[in-house]
C-alpha cells in the first residue's frame, strides 16, 4: 500500500449511506470527531423508514420515550411526545427536529441514491457512485441504510395487467388516498398491513384481506401523557436509558419477576391480562422463559387465541386468524388499534391463501384457487427483502474483486453485524448479525454507531489506514449467531423474515443475534478491550 492519499482534497474521511435513525446519529458523530463526511440519502428527507412507511395507521411498537435518542441530554429534554406508542408523521417530525437541531441537513446530499461502491486496496480507500453520477472517495464507507428499507414485491401472475391503482405500504403517496367508495383487496398482514387495514376500512365500499400467515397481534391502548405523568418520565429519563442499555431488548422493561410455575392459575391470567392491556410487544415477554421454554410460551399463546376467539364474531374467521405454525412472539409481534375487531364488519372479508391461494390477476380482480374478487384499489403490505436488501441493491466490490452478491450467496456473514470479510473499511450499521429488529432499534444504532466511530477515532490516532475482517472471525461469529438462536424457541417458526423465507429464493439464514441487547453490547466492548480481536488494523 504505497499510494498515500492524506493530503488529497478530493478524499473524505467518511462516505455515509442513509439519514435515518442510525445514519443521522453517525452524521453527529463525523461532526464531534472532526471527520469529513458525505452522505447520501436516496429519500426527500431525513427519518428513513419513518419517511417512506407513511401509510394511514403507521406507529412504532416501542414506547417513544425509549425510541428515541438518549445521546442529547437537551433534545431528550425539549421533546414532548403527544402519545405513548406515536404516530408516524410525529416520529418523522422528531427526526426532522433532530436534525434540524444539531445542524446537519447540509452534510446530506437527498435524493440521491448510492447504485455502486468499490474499494481500492493500494489507496485503501472507496468509491462510491450515485445514481446522478455523482461520484465520492472516502477512507471509509458507513451503511445506515435499514434493515427493513428494500421492497419485496411478490411475483403474481397477471400483476401487470391490473388495471386499478397499485399502493405498496412501503412507499405510500405523500398526498391523503380516499378510499371512499373503492373495492379495496389488501395482500400482506404483517404489522403495516394489520396497522393500514382498520382505517381502510372506515373508508372503503370493501375490504378483502388476503392473508398468507397468520399472526399475532396485541393492541396498542394508545394514550396521551398528563403533565404530572411527563414530569415522572423526564426526572427518570436517565435510569431508564441506563437499564435499557444492559437489557435484552433495549428497553426498560423486563418479565415478570416471578416464574409462571411458582404462580397458580389467576395469577398468571391476572399476569397476562396486565400485559394485555398494557398493550405492545411487551406481551411477548410477559413470563420469564417464554422465549426459549415452550411450556411458558404456550401460556401467553392460548391468552391471545382466547382474546382473538372474542373480538372475532365469526368462528371460521376467528380460527383463520389464529396461527398455527409458530409460537408467539417467534415472528415478530404485531401491534394494532381494532385489527380484529375489523373483521366484525359486514363489509370486510378475511381470504385464507393457506386454503385457497391466488392464481392469478386479471385487470379488474384477484383470483384465488376458488374465487374471483373484484376491486379498485390493491395495496401491498408484502414487506421487505430485510437485512440484506439493500446492500445487496448497491452490492459493494471489496478486495479481489468480490462482490456483496457472491460472498453472502449462501446467506450474510459478518463479524459482530459491523463487517464483512473481504470488504476493508466498511461498516454496516443494524445489519445481520447485529440485535437489530430484536431490540429497541434506537438504542441499538446509538451503540453500533458509537462503537464503529470508536473503531475509526482509534484507527485515526495509531495511523491505521486499513481495517478489515477475517472469514474465520466472521465464521465464528455466524456460529455464536446461530447458537444464540437455538436456545430460543425462534427456529421453530419457518417461514419468517427474520430467516428471509419472505424473498422466493433467499439462502435461509437467522439473521439477528438473539443473545440480547446488553449481551451484544458487552461483546463488542470486549473485542474493543482486546485491541479490536477478530480484525486486523494495519497501518501500511
Not at 435515518?20 to 472532526?34: E, M, N, T
Request: charged share 20%; proline share 5%.
Amino acid at each position: 500500500m504505497d499510494v498515500d492519499v492524506s493530503g488529497r482534497s478530493d478524499v473524505v474521511d467518511i462516505c455515509l449511506v442513509g439519514a435515518g435513525v442510525a445514519g443521522l446519529y453517525a452524521l453527529w458523530q463525523c461532526k464531534v470527531s472532526g471527520l469529513s463526511v458525505t452522505c447520501y440519502e436516496a429519500a426527500g428527507d431525513v427519518g428513513g423508514v419513518w419517511y417512506w412507511n407513511r401509510y394511514p395507521g403507521a406507529r412504532c411498537d416501542i414506547e417513544s420515550i425509549d425510541y428515541s435518542y438518549s445521546f442529547d441530554k437537551g433534545l431528550q429534554a425539549e421533546w414532548r411526545w403527544s402519545e405513548n406508542y406515536a404516530t408516524q408523521p410525529e416520529i418523522l417530525s422528531y427526526f426532522q427536529h433532530a436534525a434540524d437541531r444539531l445542524a446537519l441537513r447540509d452534510l446530506i446530499t437527498f435524493e440521491e441514491r448510492v447504485t455502486s461502491a468499490a474499494y481500492d486496496d493500494a489507496s485503501a480507500t472507496w468509491t462510491v457512485r450515485t445514481a446522478s453520477g455523482k461520484q465520492t472517495v472516502a477512507r471509509y464507507l458507513v451503511l445506515a441504510t435499514g434493515s427493513l428499507s428494500s421492497l419485496n414485491v411478490p411475483d403474481i401472475d397477471g400483476f401487470d395487467s391490473f388495471s386499478g391503482d397499485v399502493l405498496f405500504t412501503a412507499e405510500w403517496p405523500h398526498e391523503p388516498v380516499d378510499f371512499t367508495g373503492k373495492r379495496v383487496g389488501l395482500i400482506g398482514t404483517g404489522s403495516s398491513g394489520v396497522q393500514l387495514a382498520p382505517l381502510v376500512a372506515e373508508q372503503a365500499a370493501s375490504l378483502t384481506v388476503f392473508q398468507r400467515s397468520a399472526n399475532y397481534s396485541v393492541p396498542l391502548h394508545v394514550h396521551s401523557y398528563t403533565d404530572e405523568e411527563w414530569a415522572e418520565i423526564l426526572a427518570g429519563y436517565e435510569e431508564r436509558r441506563a437499564v435499557s442499555r444492559v437489557s435484552l431488548g433495549g428497553t426498560p422493561h423486563g418479565p415478570n419477576p416471578v416464574h409462571p410455575r411458582d404462580m397458580d392459575e389467576a395469577q398468571r391470567h391476572a399476569a397476562l391480562e396486565q400485559r394485555w392491556q398494557r398493550g405492545g410487544i411487551l406481551f411477548a415477554s410477559t413470563f420469564q422463559e417464554q422465549r426459549v421454554d415452550l411450556a411458558v410460551n404456550d401460556l401467553a399463546r392460548e391468552f391471545a387465541e382466547e382474546k382473538i376467539r372474542a373480538i372475532v364474531h365469526d368462528a371460521q374467521t376467528a380460527e383463520d386468524l389464529i396461527p398455527t405454525d409458530h409460537p408467539i412472539g417467534t415472528k415478530r409481534p404485531i401491534t394494532d388499534t381494532g385489527y380484529f375487531e375489523m373483521f366484525n364488519r359486514d363489509h370486510v372479508t378475511l381470504v385464507n391463501l393457506r386454503r385457497e391461494p391466488i392464481t392469478k390477476m386479471t385487470p379488474e380482480a384477484v383470483v384465488t384457487a376458488e374465487r374471483e374478487f373484484e376491486i379498485d384499489v390493491l395495496i401491498l403490505a408484502t414487506g421487505f427483502d430485510a437485512f440484506t436488501g439493500a446492500l445487496k441493491a448497491i452490492n459493494p466490490v471489496g478486495v479481489d474483486g468480490v462482490d456483496m452478491e457472491e460472498a453472502w450467496r449462501d446467506g450474510p456473514v459478518t463479524y459482530l453485524g459491523v463487517q464483512v470479510p473481504a470488504f476493508p473499511n466498511m461498516f454496516v450499521v443494524n445489519g445481520p448479525g447485529s440485535p437489530s429488529v430484536l431490540a429497541n432499534q434506537a438504542m441499538t444504532a446509538e451503540q453500533q454507531v458509537e462503537w464503529i466511530f470508536d473503531l475509526i477515532r482509534h484507527c485515526r490516532a495509531q495511523g491505521v489506514i486499513r481495517v478489515s475482517t477475517s472469514q474465520e472471525a466472521a465464521a465464528e461469529w455466524g456460529r455464536a449467531v446461530q447458537a444464540a438462536a437455538d436456545k430460543t424457541l425462534y427456529p421453530t417458526a419457518k417461514n419468517t423474515w427474520y430467516v428471509g423465507a419472505n424473498v422466493p429464493g433467499k439462502p435461509q439464514v437467522f439473521m439477528p443475534y438473539a443473545g440480547g441487547f446488553g449481551t451484544y453490547r458487552q461483546i463488542c466492548d470486549e473485542v474493543a478491550a482486546a485491541n479490536y480481536r477478530g480484525f486486523d488494523l494495519r497501518t501500511s
